[in-house]
C-alpha cells in the first residue's frame, strides 16, 4: 500500500527483521518438508544466536524446542514473529502480536492479493499501520545476513559475506542470487524478500541500508512499485553516499498479468520510460538482465567510482580487447586511445610487450605475455595521472600462468588502491579463469568470465561517479 | 586475400587440417616454453594417432622423436605443416612445402600485415595460390578436434565432444571457448583460429563444416571480412541445411584499429548494419555479446528449430518467468497466453500447481513444485498439439528436489524428443544448480543459468526457422 515516503518507525524497527534478539515462529510444523519446520532448521542449522520459539497449538515441542500454543503464551520479549499458517489465520496472529508489542512481523504465507484478495491483504495492512507494527510480506521467502550467521525462511542457502545488500521481491531470483554468492563469490551483507511487499516498502529497506555499516551497494529487485515518491526520496536522502542498482521486470505485455499473478504488482499503464525516469530521479542505476544486474552490484561493492572516463583496458588477447572495445563504445563510453591518455604511457607500456603487440588501447601484451609484462603494464599505467581506470584481461594461452597473473594482479591493486582507481578484471576461459576471478573477487577485485561483463562493471562506476556528481555540484 | 567463393581445392585439403595422417613441426623447439615445442607436446598428451616429424636443423631429436633439417628430408608423405618460425624464415619452408607437395600449411608465425607487413604476408599468400598449397594464418594458435583426439597448435584444452564447429580469428576468444567447453559441457565438433586468414578463409572452413557429419552448428567469430561474397556464398549453397552463428568485431572507432592491430582486419568504412545486410543476405545468425555467442550456438546445435512461436515456459520461480517474459518482448518474440495457445491446456495444466500457481505464461507452478508436478506440467505443455516449443526453468526452493526434476525434465525431453519441439532450459543459482546444467547439456538440452541466456537460444532457434522457410519456399 502506497506511502508517501519511508517511514521512521519502520526503518528503526527493520533491525529486528535483520537482527533480531528472539523469534516466535507461528505455524512451526513437525513435518519436515512445511515451512514452519524449515524456518527453525534454517535458523539452528546456519547458527542463529537468539532465542527461538515454536508456537503450534498441537505439539509440546517442535525441533526440539518447546512450543507455545500463542505468541501470547511466550514468557519472553518477542522481536521477530514469522508467520508460516494459512491466510485466514493470519489476522488473528496479527492482534496476538499486537497484544504481545512484538518489534516486527513477517508473513510468508501466500494466497493474498495475487489471486485477488486485495482486500484482505488491505485491511491486514491497515491494522498493522494502525498499531504501528510493520509488516513484512506476505508471499515472500525471508531473510537474512551472512553476517550474523542469520538465515530466517525457507532459504537453503547462506550468501558469503560482502558489501551488497539484496532487496528482492521474488524469492526464487533471490535464492539464485543466495547460490551464485555461494558458488561466484559474491559476498552480500544482507538479503530480504519482500513478497507483496504490502506494508514495508522498498524504500524504508533503502533507508536502512543506507545506515548498515556492512553494505556498500543497494541492490533492488522490482516487480512493482507503489510507492515512486518514497523510493525516490529513499534513495536521494543520502545524496549518493552508496550506489542503488535496480532491476525491474513486468514492463512486458504478459509481464504485466505474470507480475500480478506472482506478487500483486501493479504496472498497468507503466512501461520501461515510466521506470527510467523514476530511476534517473533517484539516482539509481538500472540493469536490464540479471546477469547484469549481478555483475555491475558487484563492482559498486568493491571499488570506487570511476571519476572520468579514461579507461586503459590491459590484455594478453586482442579478441577480448576487441570484445570490450566495441562493447564500450556500444554502451556510449568508448575508449580513448592510449596516445591521448597520455603519450609518455604509451611508450612505458611498450616496453612490456612483444613486437606485434600492440600500445593502442585495449592495450595487447600478447599472448605470450609473462607475469612480469603484467605487472609492468599493469604498473605503468596505474600509476599515470591521466589514467582513471584500469580494466584487466587474462586469456589463458598455452603459455599463460594465469594463477602467477592473478596473483601480481592482486599485489598490484593493493599497493595502489590508495589512489582510489577503479580495478576491474575479466578471466575468459574454464577452470582455471573460474579459480582467479574467485580468488580477485575475495581480495576486492570485480572479475568477470566474459569482456562485456566487464565493461559493464566499469561503466556502472562511471555512472555512478555522474550520480555523486550531481550532489557535489 | 580476396576470393570470390569458396575454393574447391581448399575445402577438399581442409581434411588434411583436421584430421592429417601425418604432421610436419618446422621450428620444433627443444625449449619448452617455446610454441614449436608446446604443438608436438600437446599433439603426443592428447593422443594424436598419426606421425609427428619435428623439423629442426640445430637438433637431432625434439620431444623424443627423430628431427630432420627440412621438410624436405622427411621420408614420408606429408599431409599437414605446422609452422612455427620467425617471419623471415617462412618463404623458405613455404617453397620447401611446395617442392614436397604437402596437403596443407599452417603458419602460426606472429609479426606479419598486423605490424605492417601486408606486402610480405600477400607475397606469401600469392605464391601459395599460385601453387595450390592452402595456407591456414599466419598469426593463429591451431586447430584440433575431441573426437580424434587431436589437438595441434599451442593449445591448454581439448574441448569436450559436441556439435559446434568454432571458428573462430581470435586465438584467445577459442581458447576461452575451449575452456569453457571443459567447464560447462559445452560441445564442440572441431575447432580453429583463422588469425590474419590470409589464404583460407572462413567461407572455406564453413563449406568444409556444412559436410563434416560430426557438425550440427557452425560458430564464426569474425574480426574482418575480407570477402563478403563468398562467406555469402558458402553459407547459402546449404540452403539452411546447418545454421550459422557470427559475432563480428571491430565495428567500433578504435576497434577499427585494434582489430588490424591483431589480425590484420580490415574495417575502415564498414560499420555494424554494413555487416547486419552480410549477415542477413547469407542467413546467418548475428549474436551481440560473446556469451549470446556461445548461447545460441549451443541451443541451435542440440535443438531442431523453433517452426512457430507459441512457445510455453514452465516455471517453479515467478521471477525467472517476469525476467523471461519481458526478454521475449524485448527481443520482439512475444510469448502469447496460455489460453491463446490452447484453452484446454491451461485446465490441464491447473491440475499439477497449487492455488497460488499461474497458468498464465510464464505458468508458475510455484515454488513448492514437486518433480510430479514438473512432470505433469511438461507433459501436458510437450504433448499439446499447439505448443511448438518448451522453455523449462529450475529455481531452487528449500523445498525443489532439483537433481530429481533435472532427470525427469531429461525423461520427458527423451519421450517426445520424436515431436520435434525445442527443449530449452534455464536454471538458475548455485552449485546443484550449475551440476543440473551440466547433466541436461551432457543429455542434450541446452540449459543455461540466467533467464536471458534461455530466451536468447529459444530466439535464435526460431531465427533459424525463418532462415529455413527461406529455402523452402
Not at 87 to 108: F, G, Q, R, S
Not at 434 to 441: D, F, P, T
Request: aromatic content about 8%; overall charge neutral.
Amino acid at each position: 500500500m502506497k506511502i508517501d515516503a519511508p517511514r521512521q518507525y519502520v526503518v528503526d524497527n527493520l533491525k529486528y527483521a535483520l537482527n533480531p534478539s528472539s523469534i516466535a515462529v507461528v505455524g512451526a510444523s513437525r513435518y519436515d518438508m512445511k515451512v514452519g519446520y524449515k524456518v527453525i532448521e534454517g535458523l539452528k542449522k546456519w547458527g542463529y544466536k537468539g532465542k527461538i520459539y515454536p508456537v503450534n497449538p498441537r505439539a509440546e515441542f517442535v525441533h526440539g524446542l518447546k512450543a507455545y500454543k500463542t505468541i501470547i503464551d511466550i514468557p519472553d520479549e518477542i522481536d521477530l514473529v514469522f508467520v508460516a499458517v494459512p491466510a485466514h489465520l493470519v489476522k488473528m496472529i496479527l492482534e496476538h502480536a499486537v497484544e504481545k508489542k512484538v518489534k516486527m512481523i513477517v508473513i510468508a504465507t501466500s494466497a493474498f492479493k495475487e489471486i485477488g484478495r486485495g482486500e484482505l491483504q488491505n485491511n491486514l495492512t491497515q491494522y498493522c499501520r494502525d498499531n504501528k507494527l510493520p509488516l513484512i510480506g506476505p508471499n515472500l521467502v525471508g531473510m537474512g545476513s551472512p553476517y550474523l550467521n542469520f538465515n530466517c525462511g525457507f532459504i537453503p542457502y547462506l550468501p558469503i559475506r560482502g558489501s551488497v545488500a539484496m532487496i528482492s521481491q521474488s524469492g526464487a531470483n533471490l535464492l539464485a542470487a543466495l547460490g551464485t554468492s555461494q558458488m561466484d563469490h559474491f559476498g552480500m551483507s544482507f538479503f530480504v524478500g519482500l513478497g507483496n511487499k504490502a506494508d514495508v516498502d522498498f524504500c524504508e529497506f533503502i533507508s536502512y541500508a543506507q545506515q548498515d555499516d556492512n553494505t556498500k551497494c543497494i541492490s533492488v529487485y522490482i516487480e512493482g512499485l507503489d510507492s515512486p515518491d518514497a523510493f525516490v526520496k529513499a534513495c536521494t536522502q543520502a545524496q549518493g553516499k552508496k550506489p542503488v542498482v535496480t532491476i525491474k521486470v513486468g514492463g512486458s505485455q504478459i509481464g504485466v498479468k505474470a507480475a500480478f499473478a506472482h506478487t500483486a504488482s501493479e504496472n498497468e499503464g507503466t512501461d520501461d520510460a515510466f521506470y527510467d525516469e523514476i530511476f534517473e530521479r533517484a539516482g539509481a542505476i538500472r540493469a536490464t538482465t540479471w546477469q547484469e544486474f549481478l555483475d555491475i552490484s558487484l563492482a559498486l561493492g568493491l571499488q570506487p567510482e570511476l571519476k572520468d572516463d579514461k579507461v586503459v583496458m590491459i590484455t594478453n588477447g586482442g579478441g577480448s580487447g576487441l570484445l570490450s572495445c566495441d562493447h564500450f563504445e556500444r554502451r556510449n563510453m568508448p575508449l580513448h586511445e592510449l596516445k591521448e591518455i597520455s603519450p609518455k604511457l604509451v611508450e612505458r607500456i611498450r616496453a612490456y610487450m612483444p613486437m606485434f603487440g600492440s600500445p593502442l588501447n585495449p592495450v595487447d601484451i600478447s599472448g605470450t605475455a609473462s607475469p612480469l609484462q603484467y605487472k609492468g603494464a599493469f604498473t605503468q599505467a596505474i600509476r599515470d595521472p591521466n589514467v582513471d581506470g584500469i580494466l584487466g584481461s587474462i586469456c589463458p594461452t598455452s603459455v599463460t600462468d594465469v594463477p602467477a597473473v592473478t596473483d601480481i594482479v592482486i599485489d598490484i591493486y593493493k599497493k595502489y588502491k590508495h589512489l582510489g582507481k577503479p580495478f576491474v578484471m575479466e578471466c575468459q576461459g574454464g577452470e582455471e579463469c573460474h579459480n582467479a576471478i574467485i580468488k580477485l573477487r575475495d581480495h576486492g577485485i570485480p572479475a568477470y568470465p566474459t569482456a562485456e561483463q566487464a565493461v559493464n562493471a566499469m561503466i556502472a562506476l562511471r555512472k555512478y561517479s555522474k550520480i555523486k556528481e550531481r550532489y557535489n555540484q
